[in-house]
Every structure is written in C-alpha cells, then in structure tokens.
T-cell receptor, first 118, second 114 residues
Framework: ETGVTQTPRHLVMGMTNKKSLKCEQH?????MYWYKQSAKKPLELMFV???????ENNSVPSRFSPECPNSSHLFLHLHTLQPEDSALYLC?????????????????FGEGSWLTVV | GESVGLHLPTLSVQEGDNSIINCAYS??????FIWYKQESGKGPQFIID?????DKRQGQRVTVLLNKTVKHLSLQIAATQPGDSAVYFC?????????????FGKGTLLTVNP
C-alpha cells in the first residue's frame, strides 16, 4: 500500500467516450501530480497541483482535463482521446516544502491506471 | 538538452550476487537524486534518495553513490533476491528549480535468476 490510491486500475474507452480517473492520497501531502508513462519512454509530468491550485500544465492537450477539489483528491477527466493516448497514468503526491527547502521532494506514486483507447 | 539516462537497458544477475545499476546525468546543476523501483503492473516505488552534498548513502541492502565529477549515479543492491526483479530508474532535480520538477530516466530492467 503506497498511500496513493488510483481507480480504476484498468480502463478501455472509445475515442468518443468520456471517462475519469480518480486519485486519493492518504499521506497528508499538499501537492498532487498526474504523470503519463508510455512504453520505452521516461515518465512525463502532465499536471501539478499545489494546495489545490494548478501550478503546472506541461503542454497537455485539452482532451485531458484535471480537477483537484481538495488536497487529498485528484481527477483526470478524459474525452475524445486518441489511440496514442493509451498508456499508464500515474498519480503521485508529495509534501512540497517550497523551492527554498534544499531537502528535496520525495514523490510517492500510486499503482497507476492502465488506459486503452480503441 | 539536459537528460537523465541509463548505461544499460537490461541487467541479469544470479540470486545472491550484488547488482549495480548506473545512471548518467548531464545537468551539473542537479542537487537531488532519487532511485525508484517499478515492478510489473505497479507504480514506481521510492527506494532511496541522495542530495548533492553527499557522495554515498546507505539503506537496507541498497547503497546509492554519487560522483559529481563525472555526473554519475549508481544503485547497488546487495545479495540480490528474486523479488528485486523490476525496472529501476533514477530521477534528478535541478538546483533552484521547483521541487516537483524531476527528470526521469528510461529505466534498467533487472532480472534475478534463481
């Protein structure tokens, strides 16, 4: 148990569907993230939320829409996706102590949601 | 551009042997490094981290070594076990950069043979 729970673990959707991925963290962290992991590619940061405010959108297409209602929950709303969007979507959280804190920022990941777009 | 990469995409070892997984980084301004383990079908799991003011840090059966001169990071696993079979990848953070902006490597697949 990582303290970061993602649902569903597996999702198959058509290109015209609308679905959502859900993430909940039980670690008391103040920052949450969405990452995309494709085969043979490094982890790609998609979105960052700090204290519920989006602080980073890493040039993600608008067909991915994040929502962070509170510091413990994060959603990724999906609509009109493409087959190349098929990947493992990882939610993560951390306690962001600010850039002035040199102690680093350990990011803890959930188990991921495997998404297949058909 | 700046990148984090791994020398070997795969590593196969015998159970009980020590394993060494390497990572080269090109951003000399990076000040924080993390090793993650990712088992098949699971998310990345934090193993150990190290700050740039250190050159060695030990955990339970794992040791991370940092050589800033040649910008090289390694993960040593002692007495490797079948449960250590996974993809291992490193991540770096640039000094002065946002704490969440980690750059990840592609990973090395470690296979432990019984």
């Amino acid at each position: 148990e990582t303290g970061v729970t993602q649902t569903p673990r597996h999702l198959v959707m058509g290109m015209t569907n609308k679905k959502s991925l859900k993430c909940e963290q039980h670690l008391g962290h103040n920052a949450m993230y969405w990452y995309k992991q494709s085969a043979k590619k490094p982890l790609e940061l998609m979105f960052v939320y700090n204290f519920k405010e989006q602080t980073e959108n890493n040039s993600v297409p608008s067909r991915f829409s994040p929502e962070c209602p509170n510091s413990s929950h994060l959603f990724l709303h999906l609509h009109t996706l493409q087959p190349e969007d098929s990947a493992l979507y990882l939610c993560a959280s951390s306690q962001d102590r600010g850039a002035w804190d040199p102690s680093g920022n350990t990011i803890y990941f959930g188990e991921g949601s495997w998404l297949t777009v058909v | 551009g700046e990148s984090v990469g791994l020398h070997l995409p795969t590593l196969s070892v015998q159970e009980g042997d020590n394993s060494i997984i390497n990572c080269a980084y090109s951003n000399s301004a990076s000040d924080y490094f993390i090793w993650y383990k990712q088992e098949s079908g699971k998310g990345p799991q934090f193993i150990i981290d190290i700050r740039s003011n250190m050159d060695k840090r030990q955990g339970q059966r794992v040791t991370v070594l940092l050589n800033k001169t040649v910008k090289h990071l390694s993960l040593q696993i002692a007495a490797t076990q079948p449960g250590d079979s996974a993809v291992y990848f490193c991540a770096e953070k640039a000094a002065g950069g946002s704490n969440y902006k980690l750059t990840f490597g592609k990973g090395t697949l470690l296979t432990v043979n019984p």
